[in-house]
């Protein structure tokens, strides 16, 4: 438990470090023993340290320790109260590094620096489209069930990629999405109608390019699973789909030639980006 400070929100799932994650573990453990250093050197008792920042005894053994991810406000109500000048406070940036799922940071790298990507999922809205409402109802529905912990990590994993939207140059996007994922309401109605608004707000972007594959069309070369190539500003390329070496990321010619001429051919079988938005329209308003 926590001392009740108004805004303590130490019990909120998704600050675990994963086990098996050495990088995170190596990376929180040394956060943690700054943390026990700076607070001995100050004279102070973990108990009276608990009470000073507003949080509970328990959870600065934990973080302390290296079993637990310290909350930005942690660290900075911890600077505070050591006086460290910033130096705990900073220590945000490494704990940022390690918030999320290993998976998922490999990702958010490569899509942090690519200068374009060409997306499509076969089965659900792509991640970086997701509104949080609609990635935790599609969270919810992995069977088996993911931990309370886990679905918490996902959603801000997700929602922290959205920052290839944010960066300027802005890289070149290309989404193609089935209509019948535009149709499913994962979570409810709610859910899907604001999954449909966010869906028309990024088509507006001059960087986005958003096509819909309509579930009448009889031919369709999506039909072997996802695709995604990501190009950098070297002109070098990664891609991934579950045909090619079982959903590994590949940078060999031959193998990005077959993703990006599957991915080409899908984009021409779509509505073009404006039939697309009217397509989301029309569907917007019958939800």
Same mark, same amino acid.
């Given at each position: 438990?926590?001392?009740?400070?108004?805004?303590?929100?130490?019990?909120?799932?998704?600050?675990?470090?994963?086990?098996?994650?050495?990088?995170?573990?190596?990376?929180?453990?040394?956060?943690?023993?700054?943390?026990?250093?700076?607070?001995?050197?100050?004279?102070?008792? %973990?108990?009276?340290?608990?009470?000073?920042?507003?949080?509970?005894?328990? $959870?600065?053994?934990?973080?302390?320790?290296?079993?637990?991810?310290?909350?930005?406000?942690?660290?900075?109500?911890?600077?505070?109260?050591?006086?460290?000048?910033?130096?705990?406070?900073?220590?945000?940036?490494?704990?940022?590094?390690?918030?999320?799922?290993?998976?998922?940071?490999?990702?958010?790298?490569?899509?942090?620096? %690519?200068?374009?990507?060409?997306?499509?999922?076969?089965?659900?809205?792509?991640?970086?489209?997701?509104?949080?409402?609609?990635?935790?109802? $599609?969270?919810?529905?992995?069977?088996?069930?993911?931990?309370?912990?886990?679905?918490?990590?996902?959603?801000?994993?997700?929602?922290?990629?959205?920052?290839?939207?944010?960066?300027?140059?802005?890289?070149?996007?290309?989404?193609?999405?089935?209509?019948?994922?535009?149709?499913?309401?994962?979570?409810?109605?709610?859910?899907?109608?604001?999954?449909?608004?966010?869906?028309?707000?990024?088509?507006?972007?001059?960087?986005?390019?958003?096509?819909?594959?309509?579930?009448?069309?009889?031919?369709?070369?999506?039909?072997?699973?996802?695709?995604?190539?990501?190009?950098?500003?070297?002109?070098?390329?990664?891609?991934?789909?579950?045909?090619?070496?079982?959903?590994?990321?590949?940078?060999?010619?031959?193998?990005?030639?077959?993703?990006?001429?599957?991915?080409?051919?899908?984009?021409?079988?779509?509505?073009?980006?404006?039939?697309?938005?009217?397509?989301?329209?029309? $569907?917007?308003?019958?939800?």
């Amino acid at each position: 438990m926590s001392v009740d400070t108004g805004t303590d929100q130490v019990d909120e799932p998704g600050w675990e470090v994963d086990p098996d994650d050495d990088w995170a573990l190596a990376v929180i453990a040394t956060v943690g023993r700054q943390l026990r250093l700076r607070r001995e050197a100050a004279g102070m008792r %973990a108990p009276d340290f608990a009470v000073a920042i507003g949080y509970g005894e328990d $959870l600065v053994y934990k973080v302390e320790g290296g079993r637990r991810i310290p909350r930005p406000e942690y660290l900075d109500r911890a600077d505070e109260v050591l006086a460290a000048g910033g130096i705990v406070a900073a220590m945000k940036e490494d704990v940022k590094k390690v918030r999320y799922p290993k998976k998922v940071r490999d990702l958010a790298q490569m899509e942090a620096r %690519a200068v374009a990507m060409q997306l499509y999922d076969p089965l659900n809205v792509h991640g970086l489209l997701q509104t949080p409402e609609y990635a935790r109802g $599609l969270l919810l529905m992995r069977r088996p069930s993911y931990s309370a912990d886990e679905v918490e990590r996902f959603i801000a994993a997700r929602v922290a990629r959205k920052a290839v939207f944010e960066r300027d140059p802005a890289p070149e996007l290309s989404f193609v999405l089935e209509e019948w994922s535009l149709r499913r309401p994962l979570g409810g109605r709610a859910n899907l109608r604001r999954q449909l608004e966010h869906l028309l707000e990024v088509a507006r972007s001059r960087n986005v390019e958003l096509q819909v594959m309509p579930m009448d069309r009889e031919e369709h070369a999506g039909v072997d699973g996802g695709i995604e190539v990501l190009t950098f500003e070297d002109g070098s390329r990664v891609g991934r789909s579950p045909v090619v070496a079982h959903g590994r990321p590949v940078s060999e010619a031959r193998q990005l030639r077959i993703l990006e001429l599957r991915y080409g051919i899908i984009r021409a079988q779509a509505l073009t980006p404006r039939e697309s938005t009217g397509f989301i329209e029309r $569907l917007l308003g019958e939800t």
